[in-house]
């Protein structure tokens, strides 16, 4: 596709669920970055990769969250047990390379509830 | 943990009036300063990337100046117009590391 693709849009989940969320970056971009967006809020970074090595994963907010990137293209954050406070936009990002210029192309987002 | 911050937190102008807001980062360890626009119910586009103490972008009616030494990057909209209304954040990337977000500036343009 032309752009980032996350999906699901839109999850709701009950409590203790775990959820898993997906980001297809565009083709060919290195360098690809969870983030978690409050409303109104800056986004919060969670954790990036380089091809497929996860780089830093020091936002990620405790050992519920975990994020994979097993071939350098498509990526996975899992919530295992959610609770209510997981609840957020959470969006992915993607740049061509690991310089200082590769701006950030971000994905629609995906807006998970936990009831 | 880097802070990056932004004043104000939001401001209202009004349309044909010029505004500019800050960014402050680290002074060390730079390695890039981006910005960003974001539109209430879509996603944030990059304005600038800038990597230069002194370096000058613009686009259209909106620049932006940065100083690494200080440690500050500013963001200018002149003769601001209703679609100029958005959320402005701004990005610190040190050296072999990740790309963080200020909190954003949420401009109002009155028409």
Known sequence: GAGVSQSPRYKVTKRGQDVALRCDPIS???SLYWYRQALGQGPEFLTYFNYEAQQDKSGLPNDRFSAERPEGSISTLTIQRTEQRDSAMYRCAS???TGPVGELFFGEGSRLTVL | ILNVEQS????HVQEGDSTNFTCSFPSSNFYALHWYRWETAKSPEALFVMTLNGDEKKKGRISATLNTKEGYSYLYIK??????SATYLCAFKAAGNKLTFG????VLVKP
């Open chain 1, 28 to 30: 060919g971009h290195v």
């Open chain 1, 95 to 97: 740049s061509l390379g």
């Open chain 2, 8 to 11: 104000p937190q939001s401001l």
């Open chain 2, 79 to 84: 003769g601001s117009q209703p679609e100029d």
């Open chain 2, 103 to 106: 909190g954003g500036t949420r």
